[in-house]
């Protein structure tokens, strides 16, 4: 399948909620949220545009929880020309009666665990591009799903993208920035101008060329910190949002947006109802 494109008759169900109808095919989803970059306007009489702090805790979802026909645990098969951006044949979906879910792209095993913070994590050079496969998700990864919700047979729920970072975002130590007219922030890296890539890698700041690791050069790129004064986790601001309809007895149907304005089109059925 190619990129879907959402030229058919649309209704908006909310802010950045898209439903579409064709052939009988019920496909809803959120395009993938990516976090903005925010820094001192060009022009010195503009307003300063001060970088936008993460660390504001999800809202509660606007639905209830999950009814007895969404809870269980699913599975979908990834098929179409956009599955190979996944890396991976299949998707398990875990639902709980509390709200919780888990998501999980199948691999052979889950990342190893993050216990160098000194070098990078599941990244490599040349660039950020790396550290995921297009989908934007970790393959083998558990994610914890934020904001489960239900509104009669949809299903909703959010998947926090750099969640595979927070264990390496935790070893980082935070590094204050000073951006003049604007509160402190912090970062996990002191703020560079150009960045040099090869055998050897290095940052370029105000007292010249800096070495640094390679792989830890791929993940300061991607950015997948958020750091106070007293510590880091992951960052919040890549999202990918889904919202999946009950289509029939235990078949749940939608899309999963990513790179922009590309979807993947997924059935998950239910394989074990809920504990």
């Known amino acids: 399948m190619s990129a879907l494109r959402l030229d058919w008759p649309a209704t908006v169900l909310g802010l950045g909620m898209l439903a579409a109808c064709q052939h009988e095919r019920w496909v809803v989803g959120t395009p993938l ?17 001060c970088p936008a702090p993460d660390g504001e805790p999800e ?29 991976a044949p299949r998707f398990d979906l875990t639902l709980a009666a509390d709200g919780m879910g888990r998501l999980r792209l199948e691999s052979a095993s889950p990342p190893a665990a993050a216990l160098d913070g000194a070098h990078g994590y599941l990244c490599s050079p040349p660039s950020a591009t790396t550290c ?11 994610y914890a799903l934020a ?17 595979p970072w927070d264990g ?78 009950l289509v029939a007895p235990g078949v749940l149907e939608g899309a999963l947006w990513f790179d922009g304005d590309s979807a993947l089109v997924v059935q998950f059925e239910r394989i074990a109802d809920a504990l």
């Not at 297009?134 to 393959?139: E, K, L, Q, R, T």
Request: net charge negative; proline share 7%.
């Open 59 to 87: 809202p509660e979802p606007e639905g209830a929880l999950p009814g007895t026909d969404h809870l269980g645990r699913w599975s979908a098969q990834l098929t179409g020309e956009e599955a190979a951006k996944f890396a």
């Open 168 to 245: 390496w975002c935790a070893l980082q130590t935070p590094v204050e920035e000073i951006v003049p007219g604007c509160d402190p922030r912090y970062d996990i890296e002191p703020s560079y101008l150009l960045a040099s890539w090869g055998e050897t890698c290095s940052v370029m700041r105000g007292n010249g060329w800096n070495e640094i690791d390679c792989n830890r050069l791929a993940t300061v790129e991607r950015r997948p910190c958020a750091c106070t004064a007293q510590a880091c986790r992951a960052a919040r601001g890549r999202r990918l949002d889904a919202h999946l309809r």
């Open 147 to 163: 904001r489960v919700s239900a509104r009669d047979s949809i299903l909703s729920f959010r998947a926090l993208l750099d969640q």
């Open 132 to 142: 995921t496969t297009p989908s934007g998700f970790v393959p083998g990864f558990e």
């Open 33 to 49: 949220q990516e976090p903005a970059d925010a820094g001192l306007a060009l022009d010195g009489a503009a307003v300063i545009l």
